[in-house]
C-alpha cells in the first residue's frame, strides 16, 4: 500500500502544484491527500492519520508562513525529511475581458505578491481574500462572464475550471518562491539523502543582554554556516521569542553537533527537527 | 488647527481604540482620521495628506505586522515618533446565546489568537475572516438574532453596534499586548521624549557566513541592549533578508552611534528610523 502525503487543498492550489512534482520524483509514488488547512494538515501527520505532508514554510516575498512554523515549534513528533523549493506563477484568470474586471479574488499572500500589479492596472476593483487560490478559481468559474470576477491562481486551477488568461507572471517580483517543507513523524521512514541542511528551533531567555549574538557565536565560531534566522513569538508574554536557525550541514558531523549542543546549554529548551536534502525546482 | 492621526478604522478595531486613548494623553489632542487599511494610512502620511498615524507592528501572539513593517523598509521619509503598547481584550459577541452560535466573524489576527478556545467550544462553527474586528461587529448586526452569527472584537465595537459579550478575555494566553508605531515624516514636529529605543532597519549579505553574528558583535562588545530582531524578505531572491534591530537607547549616546556606524559599513544599506518613548499601557 502506497504512503500518504497530505497538502493543503483543493486541486490547483500552489500547494497541490508543488507536491504533484514532488511525487514525480519520488521512487515510490505516494497517494495525495488534500486536506482543507495547513494546521489540519500537519496534525494528521502528528496524529498518524497521514504519513507525511508538504506544506508551505516561506516564501521569498511574503516572509514566514506562521501557522507552518508555530506548529512545527510546539510539535514533539514532527521532523523535516525534506525542503523544496517551488518557483511561483501567479496568473489573473477570469471569464471575461479585463477592462470587464471588477472585483478580484485570491488567498492573501497571492494578492500582497500581486500589491504593485494590482494597484497599477486595477485601482478600483474590489480584492476578496478567500482560503486558497483554487477556491477563489471555483468561485470565479461559477459566476457567468458578465459577474465581471477574477481569480489570482495557478494556470492549472483556472483551466481545471474553465477560466482563461488575462494576465501571465502578475507577481511584483519575478524572484518569487515558496519553500515546502515535507514532514513526518519522528522515526518513520528512511533517511533521506542527500543531508543538505539541519533545523533547529530553541527558545532564548531575551532578558539578557546579547543573548542571541551569544548562540550565533557557537556557530560562527565553528564556521557552521546559518542561512536563515525566523523569530517567533514566543506566547508567553510580550518580547519572549522563540528562534529557527537554518544550518548548513558539514561532513564535520562532530562539529555540527558540538555546536548545536553548545547552543542547547544556553538556550531555554532546543529541539533539532532534522537533517534534510534540499530539491530545487527551476 | 488640530494635527491629524490616522488610525486602521472603521469606529471599535483594536487599533481605534488605542488611538483613543494615546491621544487622550498628548498634552495636544488630535483628529482621528480612520483608514480602511494598513498600506494606505501609512502612505496617506509618506505624502502629507495625514500628519501622523498609529499603526500595529506586532502581537505578543501572532508576530509582526508585515505590511506595517515592509511598508517602513521601503519608505525614504517615514519615521518612528512613538510605540505604544496596548493590551488586547478580545471578546465574543452576539445577538444570540452562546449555544446557537454557527458562523463567527473576525479579523484573521483575533481569529488566530483565540484558535484553541474556538477549537474547544465552536469545533462545529464556520469561522469566516474579515477585513477588521469592528467590520465583523458590523456584520452580525445586520443579521438577526436566529442568524446564529458572531463576531470576535473588542467590547467597544460590540456596544457601539448593540452585540452582546458572550464570553470575554477569550484569548488562548493572557498575555497578549499589541506593539503600535506612531509615524511621521522626518523633520516635522518635536522631538519626543523621554528617548528609550532606536529602531534599525538593514539589509545583509547573506551570502557571508556569520554575517549577521558580525553585525550583532558590533551591539554586544559595545553593552548595546537589543530587545528585538526581526527578519523580513528584501523581496529581491529567496535567502536574501532585510533585519530590524529595536535597541535600548543609552546615554552613552557616543556609543550608540559608533555602534550603528559600524553595521552600517558591514551592511548593504541601513537606514535609523527614529529615537523615541515607550508608553505601556496597563
Known amino acids: 500500500m502506497s504512503e500518504t502525503m497530505g497538502v493543503l487543498g ?3 492550489t500552489h500547494s497541490e502544484a508543488a507536491a504533484s512534482y514532488l511525487n514525480e520524483q519520488l521512487p515510490q509514488r505516494c497517494e495525495l491527500v488534500t486536506v482543507p488547512d495547513l494546521f489540519a494538515c500537519l496534525q494528521d501527520v502528528e496524529e498518524g492519520r497521514l504519513d507525511t505532508a508538504l506544506v508551505p514554510v516561506e516564501n521569498s516575498l511574503e516572509g514566514a508562513i506562521n501557522i507552518t512554523l508555530d506548529t512545527l515549534a510546539r510539535s514533539e513528533s514532527l521532523e523535516v525529511m525534506r525542503e523544496l523549493i517551488w518557483p511561483v506563477h501567479n496568473q489573473l ?8 474586471i471588477k472585483r478580484i479574488f485570491s488567498h492573501p499572500q ?7 500589479y494590482l494597484q497599477q492596472h486595477y485601482p478600483q476593483a474590489e480584492i476578496v481574500k478567500v482560503a486558497s487560490t483554487a477556491r477563489a478559481a471555483e468561485l470565479v468559474a461559477a459566476e457567468p462572464a458578465s459577474s465581471g470576477w477574477a481569480a489570482i491562481c495557478t494556470k492549472r486551477a483556472g483551466e481545471l475550471t474553465g477560466l482563461s488568461t488575462v494576465a501571465a507572471e502578475i507577481q511584483d517580483n519575478m524572484a518569487n518562491c515558496t519553500r515546502f517543507f515535507q514532514v513526518r513523524r519522528r522515526g518513520t521512514g528512511a533517511e533521506c539523502l542527500p543531508k543538505e541542511k539541519v533545523l533547529i528551533i530553541c527558545q532564548i531567555d531575551g532578558q539578557k543582554a546579547g543573548a542571541l549574538y ?6 560562527a565560531q565553528r564556521g557552521i554556516n546559518m ?4 523569530s517567533r513569538p514566543a506566547r508567553t508574554e510580550l518580547g519572549a521569542y522563540i528562534f529557527f536557525f537554518d544550518l548548513e550541514y558539514t561532513a564535520a558531523v562532530d562539529v555540527l553537533q558540538e555546536s548545536i549542543a553548545a547552543v542547547a546549554k544556553k538556550s531555554i529548551w532546543l529541539k533539532n527537527l532534522g537533517t534534510f536534502p534540499v530539491l530545487i525546482v527551476e
Open 10 to 12: 483543493p486541486k490547483g
Open 93 to 100: 484568470m477570469a471569464k471575461c475581458d479585463g477592462a470587464a
Open 110 to 116: 497571492p494578492i500582497s505578491q500581486c500589491r504593485a
Open 214 to 219: 551569544d548562540v550565533l557565536k557557537e556557530f
Open 227 to 230: 542561512t536563515r534566522i525566523e
